[in-house]
């Protein structure tokens, strides 16, 4: 960063006196499309007789050497921001485990030894959805917004996903009011429940779960569907898919699936014909999204991708084949 800088002094330092050489312009220049010929007279004048040149545009060179220099300092304080940052984020995850302990005892003080954890896993929840949001909103944003549906609108993707990670995706962040959600595929998951007693049964099993993953390990997880036996050799920490199944799979409120029929863009629901607890779900929201296609792989579980790639393939690369092309 410091020798970006010395350049842009240097620079400044030979055009003020007049020390600066620059080389002859070649004769394509001149053919270039709409500013050939006048960059190539005035790169040719520069080349002749840079000093009048320079004096003629000296108010804006010291305008554009003043904006140079302050974006290179920009870059330098946005650097040591981020340094900053990394450090402080390095220290918390150093004591990251006396933190939540220190957490727990705090919230069991002040709602008795019986909710405290709940609280304070709840307090982690929230926490990790905020950040998912602001990463969301950051990647979201990497599309180019200008248009009517924008450079790079999205086909939301999600494999047995819980409820309100998708739903969070479709309405939570920017892409439902800006049209950059261009398709909707859901595989092998659901829509929540309506019955309050129903979503506290499914959230008492999900922390039933995540506290078998904290004292027994990733070992839970061996005689489950297909996809968990492979997470059981992918994934290293059973601690954090304890923190996941508390934040993600627990349920708050219908919002999910109240909103179905609110969902416009073209939607395709896959599962597998011997995925028994999803069946129901899935034809449930089928019937409840305006035109939403179902599509029930035979001989696949809970892991249809998984279970029969080859078909899961082809329904999926139909769906999106028949999406209409995106506007120029």
């Given at each position: 960063?410091?020798?970006?800088?010395?350049?842009?002094?240097?620079?400044?330092?030979?055009?003020?006196?007049?020390?600066?050489?620059?080389?002859?312009?070649?004769?394509?220049?001149?053919?270039?499309?709409?500013?050939?010929?006048?960059?190539?007279?005035?790169?040719?004048?520069?080349?002749?007789?840079?000093?009048?040149?320079?004096?003629?545009?000296?108010?804006?060179?010291?305008?554009?050497?003043?904006?140079?220099?302050?974006?290179?300092?920009?870059?330098?304080?946005?650097?040591?921001?981020?340094?900053?940052?990394?450090?402080?984020?390095?220290?918390?995850?150093?004591?990251?485990?006396?933190?939540?302990?220190?957490?727990?005892?705090?919230?069991?003080?002040?709602?008795?030894?019986?909710?405290?954890?709940?609280?304070?896993?709840?307090?982690?929840?929230?926490?990790?959805?905020?950040?998912?949001?602001?990463?969301?909103?950051?990647?979201?944003?990497?599309?180019?917004?200008?248009?009517?549906?924008?450079?790079?609108?999205?086909?939301?993707?999600?494999?047995?996903?819980p409820p309100l990670c998708w739903f969070r995706a479709l309405t939570g962040l920017p892409c439902a009011g800006c049209g950059m959600t261009?398709?909707?595929?859901?595989?092998?998951?659901?829509?929540?429940?309506?019955?309050?007693?129903?979503?506290?049964?499914?959230?008492?099993?999900?922390?039933?779960?995540?506290?078998?993953?904290?004292?027994?390990?990733?070992?839970?997880?061996?005689?489950?569907?297909?996809?968990?036996?492979?997470?059981?050799?992918?994934?290293?920490?059973?601690?954090?898919?304890?923190?996941?199944?508390?934040?993600?799979?627990?349920?708050?409120?219908?919002?999910?699936?109240?909103?179905?029929?609110?969902?416009?863009?073209?939607?395709?629901?896959?599962?597998?014909?011997?995925?028994?607890?999803?069946?129901?779900?899935?034809?449930?929201?089928?019937?409840?999204?305006?035109?939403?296609?179902?599509?029930?792989?035979?001989?696949?579980?809970?892991s249809s991708n998984l279970d029969q790639p080859e078909a899961f393939d082809r329904v999926l690369g139909d769906f999106l084949g028949s999406?209409?092309?995106e506007p120029a």
């Open positions: 960063m410091s020798s970006l800088g010395d350049w842009v002094k240097q620079f400044v330092a030979d055009v003020q006196s007049n020390t600066l050489q620059i080389p002859a312009p070649r004769e394509s220049v001149a053919k270039w499309p709409l500013v050939g010929e006048r960059l190539y007279a005035a790169w040719s004048q520069a080349h002749a007789d840079l000093p009048s040149l320079v004096k003629t545009l000296q108010p804006k060179i010291g305008e554009l050497a003043k904006a140079a220099l302050g974006f290179v300092a920009s870059i330098g304080g946005a650097l040591l921001q981020f340094l900053i940052a990394f450090v402080i984020a390095g220290i918390i995850m150093a004591h990251g485990a006396s933190g939540a302990r220190t957490a727990v005892a705090v919230f069991s003080r002040v709602v008795g030894s019986e909710k405290g954890g709940r609280l304070a896993s709840l307090s982690t929840a929230t926490v990790r959805t905020v950040a998912q949001g602001v990463l969301g909103v950051a990647f979201l944003a990497l599309a180019d917004p200008s248009g009517p549906r924008g450079a790079g609108a999205l086909e939301l993707f999600g494999v047995a996903l261009r398709a909707l595929v859901l595989c092998d998951t659901g829509p929540g429940y309506r019955n309050a007693a129903a979503r506290a049964g499914w959230n008492a099993r999900a922390f039933r779960r995540a506290d078998e993953l904290e004292s027994r390990g990733l070992e839970v997880l061996a005689g489950s569907s297909r996809e968990m036996r492979e997470s059981v050799r992918r994934h290293r920490s059973a601690k954090g898919l304890a923190s996941a199944a508390r934040g993600m799979l627990a349920q708050d409120g219908s919002r999910v699936i109240d909103s179905l029929p609110t969902i416009t863009v073209p939607t395709l629901i896959i599962v597998g014909d011997q995925d028994e607890p999803f069946l129901a779900p899935c034809r449930y929201m089928a019937g409840k999204i305006p035109g939403a296609r179902l599509e029930i792989i035979r001989g696949a579980g809970h999406l209409p092309p």
